[in-house]
Structures are given as C-alpha cells and as structure tokens.
C-alpha cells in the first residue's frame, strides 16, 4: 500500500476529470469544484453527514444530492433502551439544486419541506445542526439543536480512483474529535450532549461513484486520561492503492494506519468482531450493542445498509509508538452494499 500523501494545493480534477493526485492529505488541500466533473448530472453524489454520540444516545443526520435522487435522514438511537428510528425523505432528481458547498469549511445546507426542516450551519469555529421532523416516528416530532466545537486539527481526506471508470471519484474528508454540546427533544425525552465527554463526527463526500459498490467504514471518538483520540478506518470503496483512509487522531494530530481488516461473523452481525492491521497498530475487539440494518429496494436502487454500534477495546499505537489503551470505548462499524 502506497499512502501516498498529497501536500500540493491544486484543483482536485484535471481537464479530463480524472483526478489530479490520488492519496490522503490531513485537510482539504485538493479543492473540489463541481462544474469541473466530466459525469452525468444524475451521477454526481454530493452529502454532508453528522453522527453526534455518546456510550446511551446517539443522533445521525444527512443532507445529500445523489444526482437521480435526493436522501434527507434522521436517526435517533438510545442503547440503553435498545432501539433505534431512521426516517428518510427521497427527492426525485435534485442534480445539484440543492446548492451543497464544495467545501466542508464554510458555507449553510438548508433543507426544507412539509415535514422536515434540517439545516448545517458553520460559525466562527463551530458547526451547528438544527432539526424539526414532523411525523418523525409513531406521530410524534423530532426536533434538536447542536453545537460541534471545531478546533484547529488534522482530519482524513483521501482522493480515491476507479479502476473501472476514469471520470469517477471520491472525495472524502472525515472529521473526528469534534465536542458537542446541545440537546435531542423526542416523545417528551430530552438527550443532552455535554462537550465534556461527547464527541460528532463529519463525514463530508463529493463525488461520481460506478453503480455497484460495497464498503467498510468505522468511526470513533472519546477521551484518553483527557486527552481527545478518535480513529477512522475503511476500505473496499474504489481503487485504495494510492493510500487507505485508516487514521487515528490523538490531542489534534494525525497518525496514519496502512490496512486494517474487519472480521464480522457470518452468522450475525451482533456477535463479537475483531479488527485486526497489517502493521499491528490497531489491533481491537467489539462487542455490538445495537444494529442500525436497512435494506432498500426499488427499480435500479438498492441498499443493503448495517451501521453496528459498540463498545470497542485494545490498542492502538501511535506514529512515534506510542500505545493507546482502548476500554468499552462506544463507537460504530459497518458494512454497507449499494447500487445506485
């Protein structure tokens, strides 16, 4: 494995819409500009995803254009209770209408229709996201409004090919270790985040996939003797020779990772998994708690989605060789194979 780092400020595509330099960077330095994609409208995927957690609650939320279809989501999952709801709106052919930013620094995503009002704001070093669903689940209305506190540090962003397609790309930056604070109001429950022990995570794509893709993501964050350390790990989505997307982050630096393999039982996605690495700097265990599966089917589009979330321990070493010790630590991993 390459892991080649990409240093150069440049624009991200060429004249040809290939991309320029395939590799990871710790920022945004390759910049994204839609109107350079040699693509289909239709095939062009843009989203900006938060997953806002602790070890008994956790609320995820998406604002995406996926070129033939639009997916504005909402999820609210309590593992103390074991249970969680995603609700969805499809947009039919929004290919760009919705305006997303071609960076993830600056810039508001605001969604609006009959049941769902979502909005991203960025402000002065901070992130906001306000919701109100109507009809969120059983009649009743989810509504939330958070603060992710985004200080100067290193994030994952990789630039990934496919062999298949010149013009196809994907764009990703990854962004750990962000603390929130800020409240969920749901069935007369409220669920208060504290930015003393609560993290969010950004998952912030742009891109033009080939149809039929399957991958693995795992994403965590919390606080070592006080000190913030998160991890991102991932692979089977495009042509990874350049570089992989397996980073651990530790007090706002980057540590890159080379391989990192999931081993999921056959038999249930509930069992216990392993995560093992090429070069033995994270090497875990993790004990599902609750599984966020969706399964969609409809003409050309399909999903098969298993968002597991857990409490993860062992160890993970350092650029220098430092180790770090992992206990119960509640994050996620998942599988996921679309074909859209």
């Given at each position: 494995?390459?892991?080649?780092?990409?240093?150069?400020?440049q624009m991200?595509?060429?004249?040809d819409?290939s991309?320029?330099?395939?590799?990871?960077?710790?920022?945004?330095?390759?910049?994204?500009?839609?109107?350079?994609i040699?693509a289909?409208?239709f095939?062009i995927?843009?989203?900006?995803?938060?997953?806002?957690?602790?070890?008994?609650?956790?609320?995820?939320?998406?604002?995406?254009?996926?070129?033939?279809?639009?997916?504005?989501?909402?999820s609210?999952?309590?593992?103390k209770?074991?249970?969680?709801?995603?609700?969805?709106?499809?947009?039919?052919?929004?290919m760009?209408?919705?305006?997303?930013?071609?960076?993830?620094?600056?810039?508001d995503?605001?969604?609006?229709?009959?049941?769902?009002?979502m909005?991203?704001?960025?402000?002065?070093?901070?992130?906001?996201?306000r919701?109100?669903?109507?009809?969120?689940?059983?009649?009743?209305?989810?509504?939330?409004?958070?603060?992710?506190?985004?200080?100067?540090?290193?994030?994952m962003?990789?630039?990934?090919?496919?062999?298949?397609?010149?013009?196809?790309?994907?764009?990703?930056q990854?962004?750990?270790?962000?603390p929130?604070?800020?409240?969920?109001?749901?069935?007369?429950?409220?669920?208060?985040f504290?930015?003393?022990?609560?993290?969010?995570?950004?998952?912030?794509?742009?891109?033009v996939?080939?149809?039929?893709?399957?991958?693995?993501?795992?994403?965590g964050n919390?606080?070592?003797?006080?000190i913030?350390?998160?991890?991102?790990i991932g692979?089977?989505?495009?042509?990874?020779?350049?570089?992989?997307e397996?980073?651990?982050?530790?007090?706002?630096?980057?540590?890159?990772?080379?391989?990192?393999?999931?081993?999921?039982?056959?038999?249930?996605?509930?069992?216990?998994?392993?995560?093992?690495?090429?070069?033995?700097r994270?090497?875990?265990?993790?004990?599902?708690?609750l599984?966020?599966?969706?399964?969609?089917?409809?003409?050309?589009?399909?999903?098969d989605?298993?968002?597991v979330f857990?409490?993860?321990?062992?160890?993970?070493?350092?650029?220098?060789?430092?180790?770090?010790v992992v206990?119960?630590?509640?994050?996620?991993?998942?599988?996921?194979?679309?074909?859209?």
């Amino acid at each position: 494995m390459g892991n080649h780092e990409v240093t150069t400020p440049q624009m991200l595509l060429k004249e040809d819409g290939s991309l320029r330099e395939p590799g990871w960077s710790k920022r945004l330095v390759q910049q994204y500009e839609r109107s350079m994609i040699k693509a289909p409208k239709f095939r062009i995927k843009e989203w900006d995803y938060y997953l806002v957690l602790n070890e008994d609650f956790a609320g995820a939320f998406t604002l995406s254009d996926d070129g033939y279809i639009g997916l504005q989501s909402v999820s609210l999952l309590n593992f103390k209770e074991g249970w969680e709801h995603t609700e969805t709106i499809l947009n039919p052919f929004p290919m760009g209408k919705f305006k997303l930013p071609d960076t993830s620094k600056e810039g508001d995503i605001i969604y609006k229709d009959k049941r769902l009002h979502m909005a991203f704001q960025i402000r002065d070093g901070k992130r906001r996201i306000r919701c109100h669903f109507k009809n969120f689940y059983q009649g009743k209305t989810f509504s939330c409004d958070i603060w992710l506190e985004q200080p100067d540090m290193d994030t994952m962003v990789i630039a990934t090919p496919f062999k298949e397609k010149k013009t196809a790309f994907y764009y990703n930056q990854k962004i750990n270790c962000m603390p929130a604070s800020g409240k969920m109001k749901f069935d007369g429950k409220t669920y208060t985040f504290s930015k003393e022990t609560d993290f969010g995570t950004l998952d912030w794509g742009r891109g033009v996939w080939t149809y039929d893709n399957c991958w693995y993501w795992g994403s965590g964050n919390t606080r070592i003797e006080g000190i913030p350390f998160g991890f991102n790990i991932g692979y089977g989505f495009g042509d990874t020779s350049a570089a992989t997307e397996n980073m651990l982050f530790y007090n706002g630096k980057a540590h890159k990772l080379d391989e990192v393999t999931f081993h999921i039982p056959e038999d249930s996605y509930l069992k216990p998994w392993k995560f093992t690495s090429n070069d033995g700097r994270f090497e875990m265990d993790f004990q599902p708690v609750l599984d966020r599966a969706a399964r969609t089917s409809a003409l050309i589009i399909e999903t098969d989605q298993h968002q597991v979330f857990g409490k993860m321990s062992g160890k993970a070493v350092l650029d220098d060789g430092q180790e770090i010790v992992v206990k119960d630590m509640m994050c996620f991993a998942e599988k996921v194979h679309n074909r859209y």
